[in-house]
């Protein structure tokens, strides 16, 4: 593609006082192209994204937007920039409707001057529509949003950026708290929006859930880059590796497993237990490294 | 795209259907408890009561004038309470507002024009003060407004002792003569319409002709102006939204550009810009303020918006609940008087009422916003 990328980060680094907060970064993120963001807690995920998202600004570095240098002063600028993330709290008022969270601080309006008003029967509308459009058949847009499921309110925040003319969505962890069936009706909708042509930058720790929609890979870990990974580069065993939880979670298996030896000498029913335990953990271990393919 | 929608819609449309029956619907209506307690209040006072007069032509115009006054400002006060905010300030702000109206018209001599709007000057300042204060420091409206209601009660009695040596200033009506904005807030209208219907005999005739009731009080006209604009803006305006937004969760609609804090500023504007309405029209109806004016009727404003369905933790409600709590309010107080019930009981039953009010409501918001 001959186009700037849809937004470049160059070597941005954010420091808060003498805390390195983050060293170095860069990525690109092009049009209709999925960045996975992954690390482990206090990697740096957060600081990134709020750097991105105009919560706050690199200590050095440059991000640009189409090619071209940019300074966020707020999310909001951000936003007219194109560039929208959803973050956990997804910003939804469970007591509201549908419609309303759909337009809220955005909501479309007829008639001018007093009479001036909500379009009601529009924004039902679109809100619907959109809605539909992701495979969620939303029975009555003016249903509380408490009312739907997680997974639900996750398609529902992101759809509303995409409607709002979001070219590049910033996703945080938008899978963490989602059961299975949740998760994938998420991330099915994150192959949605790439195929429409957005860039999607998906933060997570979840490399299963990375995997199958990510086309690259940023991997950070203690706030600096352990690098980009084109999928093509990479195997999804690989990145868990380099996440260090592969190692670690490899470590604590063999020691489970070595408690359990050293206690069946000791005690017979405790032991056998214990063992249990080391074996199912162990198994569960084997799911995450090697999931049903 | 409206036919791919229609295609699965219609394909389980029924069984959908089926699945939100009209009960589970008014359950989700903020305004269910209110309306199923003014049906109880009105079918017990219609047995205990129907042969007392209460439910006459004057017996009406009597507990819908004293709901309108309650209900203009419960009006206010739920759109606050929705905004996700207290004002316990609008009862000492009725009685400052009814001395900025009297002093200067009766003490002073200005046109009463001059009077009230100076009064509805005061009211916006107090309602800036109040907003501002709550939305810069962060602390509770509860406690900000508390103050206020010392600061404002404090500071009637004292100016109005320093002013006129006395707590009550009389003679405002003889100052409203003739002024062309008075009309407005005191008096009535449809004074025509009663003569017509006493001429016909819908409504009884005093000894010397004239019709029992003599017309629409402007209070009760104000009540079902401001519940119908109230509601208007509440469901059908970007500012409404706003409001439901503000109190419903303020750092998400923060998020998405809600402007909260103009918002919740407001709202404190028009509470306290209800209570000067109240005031004003009592100031012109007695002809005289009183610097015990509007004493608990924060409280009684707050509870009528409660039981009109408004959450205390703000984010849901409706002012035609909060219109029909106030209409509770005044029916039972009058119907107290009419079966000549010692009037002592009338705070027992509407405390009682506030509390089935309140569970009631937490159980239809658990229902509401039930997860599947």
């Keep these: 593609m001959a186009e700037a990328p849809l937004i470049e980060v160059d070597s941005i680094s954010k420091m808060f006082g003498s805390v390195i907060a983050l060293k170095d970064i860069t990525m690109t993120v092009e049009a209709g192209e999925v960045l996975c963001l992954l690390g482990d807690n206090g990697a740096g995920k957060s600081t990134l994204i709020k750097t991105l998202s105009g919560v706050h600004r690199p200590s050095s570095g440059e991000i640009r937007v189409g090619g071209k240098p940019v300074a966020f002063d707020s999310p909001r600028d951000a936003l007219d920039h194109g560039i929208a993330t959803v973050f956990q709290d997804l910003a939804l008022v469970p007591l509201l409707s549908v419609t309303r969270n759909f337009f809220m601080g955005r909501e479309p309006t007829k008639g001018s001057g007093p009479l001036r008003r909500f379009d009601v029967t529009f924004a039902d509308r679109v809100a619907s529509e959109e809605m539909a459009k992701i495979g969620i058949d939303v029975r009555d847009p003016s249903q509380a949003v408490g009312t739907m499921s997680g997974g639900e309110r996750q398609c529902l925040a992101i759809a509303r950026a995409v409607y709002f003319g979001a070219k590049v969505l910033i996703l945080d962890e938008p899978t963490s708290a989602l059961g299975v069936k949740q998760a994938s009706m998420v991330l099915r909708y994150i192959a949605q929006a790439k195929a429409r042509g957005l860039g999607v930058i998906f933060i997570t720790h979840n490399v299963h859930h990375a995997f199958p929609v990510g086309d690259k890979f940023t991997l950070l870990n203690r706030g600096r880059s352990l690098g980009n990974f084109a999928k093509t580069d990479v195997t999804r065993e690989q990145i868990l590796e380099m996440m260090a939880g592969g190692k670690e979670l490899d470590d604590l298996e063999a020691e489970l497993a070595e408690f359990a030896r050293a206690d069946s000498t000791a005690d017979g029913g405790a032991a056998a237990a214990e063992s249990a335990m080391a074996a199912s953990f162990h198994d569960e271990v084997e799911q995450v490294h090697h999931p049903r393919q | ?372």
């Design chain 2, 1 to 372: 795209m409206a036919e791919t929608t229609a295609a699965p819609a219609t394909a389980d449309g029924d069984e959908r259907l089926s699945k939100t029956p009209f009960v589970k619907k008014a359950l989700g209506r903020p305004e269910l408890g209110a309306v199923a307690g003014a049906v109880l209040v009105f079918v017990f006072f219609g047995i205990v009561a129907g042969g007392t007069g209460m439910f006459s032509a004057r017996g009406i115009i009597n507990f819908l004038e004293v709901s309108s006054l309650l209900g203009i400002l419960a009006i206010g006060v739920a759109l606050l309470m929705i905004g996700g905010e207290f004002d316990l300030s609008i009862g000492s702000m009725i009685a400052a507002a009814g001395m900025v109206v009297a002093i200067p018209a009766v003490v002073w001599g200005w046109p009463m024009w001059l009077c009230i709007l100076l009064a509805f000057g005061v009211a916006v300042l107090v309602g800036l003060g109040n907003g501002w204060l709550v939305v810069t420091t962060g602390l509770p409206s509860f406690i900000v407004t508390l103050g206020g209601l010392f600061i404002l009660r404090g500071a009637t009695i004292g100016f109005t002792r320093l002013l006129t040596g006395r707590t009550q200033v009389s003679g405002v009506g003889d100052a409203a003569e003739g002024d062309f904005l008075a009309p407005l807030f005191g008096g009535e209208v449809l004074q025509g319409l009663f003569v017509w219907l006493s001429s016909i005999g819908v409504v009884g005739q005093r000894l010397d002709g004239l019709p029992l009731v003599s017309g629409v009080p402007m209070s009760i006209v104000w009540f079902f102006v401001l519940g119908a604009v109230a509601t208007w803006v509440l469901l059908r305006t970007r500012y409404g939204n706003w409001i439901y937004a503000a109190g419903g969760d303020k750092s998400a609609a923060r998020n998405v550009g809600v402007p909260v804090n103009r918002v919740k500023i407001s709202l404190f504007v028009i509470t306290a810009s209800v209570a000067t309405l109240v005031a004003v029209i009592q100031v012109l109806d007695a002809g005289s303020a009183d610097t015990n004016r509007g004493l608990l009727k924060e409280l009684e404003a707050i509870s009528a918006a409660v039981i009109g369905g408004c959450l205390l933790t703000g984010g849901y409600g409706s002012a035609i609940g909060a219109m029909l709590g106030a209409l509770i309010f005044g029916t039972v107080q009058m119907g107290i008087f009419y079966t000549g019930v010692n009037t002592d009981w009338f705070k027992v039953f509407l405390g009682a009422m506030l509390v089935i009010a309140v569970l009631s409501n937490n159980y239809i918001r658990k229902k509401a916003t039930e997860a599947r």
